[in-house]
């Protein structure tokens, strides 16, 4: 079966792939179990000179990289821009601190000396998905390689050039070859992987079903897993917040890269005395943006990545408005199997709606009545999900109390949820578990070795015989 890159916007394919047999796969497989043995052994500052020179090609290649996005999967071209920048700064930040997160951990016992050293484990097998095609990668791989793991991807099929372009970089930066590659291979062929007892752990971001299904295969043998999910992050405004700011930064969360961000804002929240007066300006907001052409400098959102990601959410809305929700702004696709899909804002969103429970993975920002902060807080937790989600209030340590109480990954107080290379990554409940980013990240895949190191006892000199 081919891997094809489809042009969203136009419909056209742009290229076609054939697919690796299992024999091509398990060969670089083998490869790349035997580059982990040596690649272990190279130092720091090799690997952080490397690392670097990927972060320089990152940025020198930032249009080339822009363009393949805007070809696969629809995001506008200043945002690929501004991706691919992104995993420059990742890959930078990990080769200045690697040798930091992963110094050895003194421990006080009653040993000579004792500590925890952070060794590699060998190959670690992504499964990544298409949003953010370079980012989603870059923020596995530049910690992996870093910690002295070999990375193997298997990347969206609807991205393989994206995929392949990232292998160019690490192998033009002069990683050895066998330390990163990009497997063009169907999800059929996962189970095969992580089954392979030289595949050490899987790291997934994707959706909640591809999550159970890969952490069961790993359960099964015994391979170390952290999975990044779905979310349908609570987006907070009390009563006192600056509305303005609050609405117009909504907007802009729930519109990152089309909607289809696992940390955009979905499910916004809102105090009864300023709910209709935050609906207004959001709306005002939302039909500023102007979708276009993806390759175009002035689009500001393009189309959702597949025609069929814009049918499901068209669904979607059509079964909770059915059930009850209330169109506050009617966007959404001209008709169905197009993938352009115009903003929508849903009102009076109650439990036994589709919208109430699901993630909508597109431009439907859904809004929800509270009482009070109380309720407030009590309706950002009734969610399977638990990925990221914010507070928007003048009363700072009200918000941050607030924060503490949501359940979520990573609460932003009167900002908008973002991933960045200091901070961890991750979520709870249906949102996965496991942390990204940080040195929480580096660490999630190497052997935490406890190093006990006994005194030297001198034997206590013997008696004089007289």
Same mark, same amino acid.
């Given at each position: 079966m081919p891997i094809e890159s489809v042009n969203p916007y136009t419909g056209r394919v742009e290229?076609?792939?054939?697919?690796?047999?299992?024999?091509?796969?398990?060969?670089?497989?083998?490869?790349?179990?035997?580059?982990?043995?040596?690649w272990r052994t190279t130092s720091s500052k090799e690997r952080t000179r490397l690392m670097h020179r990927a972060a320089e090609l990152l940025r020198e290649r930032q249009d080339e990289l822009a363009r393949l996005m805007a070809l696969e999967m629809g995001k506008p071209i200043a945002d690929g821009r501004a991706e691919a920048v992104k995993c420059a700064l990742c890959c930078d930040y990990y080769a200045d601190h690697a040798e930091e997160f992963l110094a050895d951990d003194e421990i006080k016992t009653d040993a000579q000396r004792s500590f925890i050293s952070h060794e590699p484990i060998g190959v670690v097998l992504a499964?990544?998905?298409? !949003?953010?095609?370079?980012?989603?990668?870059?923020?596995?791989?530049?910690?992996?390689?870093?910690?002295? !793991?070999?990375?193997?991807?298997?990347?969206?099929? !609807?991205?393989?050039?994206?995929?392949?372009?990232?292998?160019?970089?690490?192998?033009?930066?002069?990683?050895?070859p066998a330390t990163f590659r990009t497997l063009l291979i169907g999800s059929e062929m996962v189970e095969q992987l992580i089954a392979d007892?030289?595949?050490r752990a899987v790291t997934l971001t994707g959706s909640e079903p591809a999550g159970?299904?890969?952490?069961?295969?790993?359960?099964?043998?015994?391979k170390k897993t952290v999975l990044e999910l779905g979310g349908s992050d609570a987006f907070i405004v009390l009563a006192d917040a600056d509305l303005e700011v609050a609405a117009k930064t909504a907007a802009q969360a729930r519109m990152i890269n089309a909607g289809q961000s696992c940390i955009a804002a979905k499910r916004f929240i809102v105090e009864k005395p300023v709910l209709r007066e935050f609906i207004s300006k959001m709306k005002?907001?939302? /039909?500023?943006?102007?979708?276009?052409?993806?390759?175009? #400098?002035?689009?500001?959102?393009?189309?959702?990545?597949?025609?069929?990601?814009?049918? #499901?959410?068209?669904?979607?809305?059509?079964d909770s408005v059915a059930q009850g929700a209330k169109v506050e702004l009617h966007g959404g696709q001209s008709k169905p199997g197009t993938a352009l899909f115009r903003p929508m804002i849903l009102s009076n969103?109650?439990?036994?709606?589709?919208?109430?429970?699901? #993630?909508?993975?597109?431009?439907?920002?859904?809004? /929800?009545?509270?009482?009070?902060a109380d309720d407030a807080v009590r309706l950002a937790n009734d969610s399977r999900f638990g990925l990221g989600g914010s507070v928007w209030t003048r009363d700072?340590?009200?918000? #941050?109390?607030?924060?503490?109480?949501?359940?979520?990954?990573?609460?932003f107080v009167n900002s908008m949820v973002k991933s960045s290379p200091e901070m961890p990554f991750g979520g709870v409940k249906k949102s996965g578990y496991g942390r990204e980013l940080s040195y929480l990240g580096i660490r999630e895949f190497v052997n935490q070795k406890s190093i006990w190191i006994a005194k030297d006892e001198k034997p206590a000199p013997k008696k004089k015989v007289e």
């Open positions: 290229r076609r792939f054939r697919a690796f047999s299992w024999t091509k796969t398990e060969q670089i497989l083998s490869q790349s179990h035997r580059a982990a043995a040596t499964v990544m998905p298409w !949003n953010f095609p370079f980012w989603q990668v870059v923020r596995f791989a530049a910690p992996a390689l870093m910690a002295g !793991n070999v990375g193997l991807l298997k990347h969206a099929s !609807n991205v393989p050039q994206c995929a392949l372009a990232l292998e160019k970089i690490f192998h033009d930066a002069g990683f050895p007892d030289r595949v159970a299904q890969v952490a069961a295969t790993a359960g099964r043998y015994i005002t907001h939302l /039909l500023a943006y102007r979708p276009g052409d993806p390759l175009s #400098e002035d689009t500001q959102y393009g189309p959702l990545a597949r025609p069929d990601l814009a049918d #499901e959410l068209t669904e979607q809305v059509t969103i109650k439990p036994g709606q589709r919208a109430y429970s699901e #993630e909508l993975f597109g431009p439907v920002a859904l809004i /929800l009545e509270a009482k009070d700072v340590q009200r918000g #941050e109390e607030l924060a503490r109480r949501v359940e979520a990954g990573a609460v």
